[in-house]
C-alpha cells in the first residue's frame, strides 16, 4: 500500500486536502443548518486526516497514522455530543437554523 500512496504526488495530496478544507471552511461560515455545519466540521477533520497520512505514507513513519486515530476518536465524540445538542435544539425551537439560537438566551 505504501509504494501505491508514494505515486501519486505529495503535491496533489495537499492540493485536494487544502481543497477539501476549504469546503469545509466556507460551510461553517455559510450555512446556517446545524447540521450541515458539523458535517463541515467533519469535512475538515478529515482533510487534515488525509495530510497526516499522506506525510507518514511519504516518511515511512507512523506517528502520523497514530494521530489520524486521535483525531478520529475526537471526531466521534464531537459528533456525539453536537448531535445530543441538535436534538435538544430541535425539541425547543422546532427547527436546527443556527440563526435562531438567540432565542435561547435568558
Known sequence: ???I???VPLNWYILFATVLFSIGVIGVLFRRNALIVLMCV????NAVNLLFTAFSAYRSDASGQVFVFFIMVVAAA????GLAIIVMIYRNLKSV???LLNKLKW
Open 1 to 3: 500500500m505504501q509504494e
Open 5 to 7: 500512496i508514494q505515486i
Open 42 to 45: 467533519e469535512l475538515m477533520l
Open 78 to 81: 464531537e459528533v456525539s455530543v
Open 97 to 99: 437554523n443556527i440563526g
